[in-house]
């Protein structure tokens, strides 16, 4: 398997491009246009916890993830963090605003998946390391109320 990304040191360098309305630069098939900046509750800190995330569907109000943790095995501690807390901020190319986290299953989420691996058949040799996993389908829908962040 191809070497996998420190997303521990690339991570802040994209949320600072992002928020700085730059380009991203330095990571392959990251761009403005594809990803949101997703801040969760850290489910032990209690902290406001933010990543770039890309997103592979969008239906109206709401966003479609999923949680690859980039391959790795165990789920990424966003997914985690939303699992205790779904309320979370999304901020995109053009507004910061609220909305709730939850878990796609069943139908839809093997139709999402099938859906993804169509449209992204080299993310989904990426997140081949995943093995012996599910990887959870999101959906983070807006809410009616204003962002605090």
């Known amino acids: 398997m191809a070497d996998r990304l420190d997303f521990k040191t690339l991570n802040p360098h994209v949320i600072e ?32 916890q933010t990543i770039p995330l890309r997103v592979f569907h969008a239906q109206g109000d709401r966003l479609v993830v999923v949680a690859g943790n980039g391959g790795a095995a165990p789920n990424p501690g966003w997914y985690l963090n939303l699992t205790a807390e779904p309320r979370v901020t999304i901020q995109d190319t053009k507004e910061t605003y609220d909305a709730v986290a939850t878990e796609i299953t069943g139908d839809e989420r093997n139709e999402l998946w099938r859906l993804f691996k169509e449209e992204n058949p080299g993310l989904t040799e990426y997140l081949a390391g995943a093995a012996g996993r599910v990887i959870p389908v999101i959906a983070l829908t807006r809410s009616t109320t204003k962002a605090t962040t």
Do not use: A, D
Request: hydrophobic share 25%.
């Open 17 to 48: 491009q992002f928020r700085s309305g730059r380009e991203i630069e330095g990571v392959p098939g990251v761009s403005r246009e594809n990803h949101i900046l997703l801040t969760t509750v850290g489910r032990k800190s209690g902290s406001p």
